[in-house]
């Protein structure tokens, strides 16, 4: 089935700085999502982009679904970002969403 | 936010004994899933349904059932509970297969504990 992989596994970083976490995928996808799990636990689905570019408020993401990867862009970070980020994303035909290991973001005040 | 519950939320149960979880939703969507959470594994599939009766098995079906008899309850079964199976379970739905209406939406999850 298709494989996801998300680097880097952790960061930490200090508030107001920028980061970029990727998500590489084997195959061509249909379907790609970005979740946020928040320290507690609750997951939220940040943005729908098997293909293109999304934007909301600090947060956009970039799905180059020729070359296999996507972004996710994060500026001018807080606090309440932290947590742990996951990529989902469905292959070609009727199979179910497969999850990367998430990459966990700490961001220090 | 997309109107999913579960329960309970939180159970400490022993090997060998029975255990259902619920996945409430009121947003009438078609497809419910069940995601278990491990360290290190992140969110693998156990089942899914696309219709009422209608389920199908995910990456980590052995051990578990499924059934959902109304389209707002999807019930998750552990027959005979194992130390394995000690995860946090979520619940998730999404509207449809199609481009755009499958955005996935979770519950808040159940930690189940088996001793």
């Known amino acids: 089935g298709i494989q996801v992989e998300q680097s880097p596994p952790d960061l930490i970083l200090q508030e107001g700085a920028n980061s970029t976490l990727r998500c590489n995928f084997s195959?061509?996808?249909?379907?790609l999502q970005w979740f946020h799990q928040n320290p507690w636990g609750q997951l939220i689905n940040l943005f729908y982009?098997?293909?293109g570019t999304k934007q909301n408020g600090r947060l956009s993401a970039t799905t180059v679904a020729t070359e296999r990867y996507s972004l996710l862009y994060i500026s001018s970070s807080q606090t309440t970002d932290s947590g742990v980020y996951f990529c989902a994303v469905r292959g070609s035909g009727n199979t179910p969403l497969v999850f990367g290991k998430g990459t966990r973001l700490s961001v220090i005040a | 936010d997309a109107g999913i519950t579960q329960s309970p939320r939180h159970k400490v149960t022993e090997t060998g004994t029975p255990v259902t979880l619920r996945c409430h939703q009121t947003?009438?969507?078609?497809?419910m899933y069940w995601y278990r959470q491990d360290p290190g594994h992140g969110l693998r599939l156990i089942h899914y349904?696309?219709?009422?009766?209608?389920?199908d098995k995910g990456e980590v079906s052995d051990g578990y059932s499924v059934s959902r008899s109304k389209t707002e309850d999807f019930l998750l079964t552990l027959e005979s509970a194992t130390s394995s199976q000690t995860s946090v379970y979520f619940c998730?739905?999404?509207?449809?297969?199609?481009?755009?209406?499958?955005?996935?939406?979770f519950g808040p999850g159940t930690r189940l504990t088996v001793l």
């Open positions: 349904s696309y219709g009422v009766k209608d389920t």
């Open positions: 195959d061509s996808v249909n379907n």
């Open positions: 998730a739905i999404s509207e449809s297969e199609g481009l755009g209406s499958d955005t996935q939406y």
């Open positions: 982009i098997p293909s």
């Open positions: 947003e009438n969507h078609r497809y």
